[in-house]
């Protein structure tokens, strides 16, 4: 079980996303409004804990350092990322 699954988004309907050209700010809005409240918390743990190694090594191919030890998690809020990742872009 993945991201999708855990967040309750079908793959057809995240494809359609991407050939839309979705950026950042439309995939969280996406997201925001088809997860509820338990699949966020869901897919927070699966990214936060389950794939933390596969983060790790990405972030550092894309050069992006952790602060404090922590990375961004969608929040229940809907509207804004918790946590602290500095981006080195």
Do not use: K, P, W
Request: one cysteine or more; a negative charge.
């Amino acid at each position: 079980m993945g991201f999708l699954d855990r967040a309750g988004v079908g793959r057809d309907a995240f494809d359609a996303l991407i050939v839309q050209d979705a950026d950042d700010a439309m995939l969280v809005t996406y997201f925001d409004r088809h997860c509820s409240n338990e699949q966020r918390e869901s897919v927070n743990r699966y990214v936060l804990e389950e794939s933390r190694q596969h983060l790790d090594a990405q972030d550092a191919e894309e050069g992006r350092r952790l602060i404090c030890g922590r990375r961004l998690a969608l929040q229940s809020t809907n509207q804004e990322y918790a946590g602290d990742r500095q981006h080195d872009y």
